[in-house]
C-alpha cells in the first residue's frame, strides 16, 4: 500500500486519493508519511531537472506544434468518438443478448 500512495504522487490528479486511500486501508501515519514525503522529494527532484534540462527547447517544440495544433486536436476528437461508438455499440449488444 506505501508503494501506492508513493505512484500516485506522479500521477496527475490523483495525489488527492493517496492519503484517503491509505486511511482506507489502515496504513499507519508514519508509513503514510515517510513514503508520500520520499515521492514528493522524487517528483520534485524530477520535475525541477526537467524544467532546468528542457528550458529552451520547450519554447522551440512549442513553436513548431502551433501548426499542428489543429490537427492534434481534431484528430483527438476522432480518437474520443471513435472510443465512445464502439463502448456505446458494446453496451447495446449486451443489452440486447440480455434481454433475449
Not at 515517510?34 to 520534485?44: K, N, R, V
Not at 492534434?72 to 464502439?86: M, R
Amino acid at each position: 500500500m506505501a508503494k501506492t500512495v508513493a505512484i500516485l504522487t506522479f500521477i496527475p490528479r490523483m495525489r488527492m486519493w493517496a492519503p484517503i486511500l491509505a486511511g482506507s486501508s489502515r496504513l499507519s501515519f508514519k508509513k503514510f508519511l515517510l513514503f508520500d514525503s520520499l515521492a514528493l522529494i522524487a517528483f520534485t527532484a524530477l520535475y525541477l531537472s526537467l524544467g532546468i534540462i528542457f528550458n529552451n527547447s520547450l519554447g522551440a517544440l512549442m513553436a513548431k506544434m502551433k501548426n499542428l495544433q489543429n490537427f492534434i486536436f481534431f484528430g483527438f476528437l476522432l480518437v474520443a468518438a471513435v472510443v465512445i461508438i464502439v463502448i456505446e455499440r458494446r453496451r447495446r449488444k449486451n443489452t440486447q443478448a440480455l434481454s433475449r
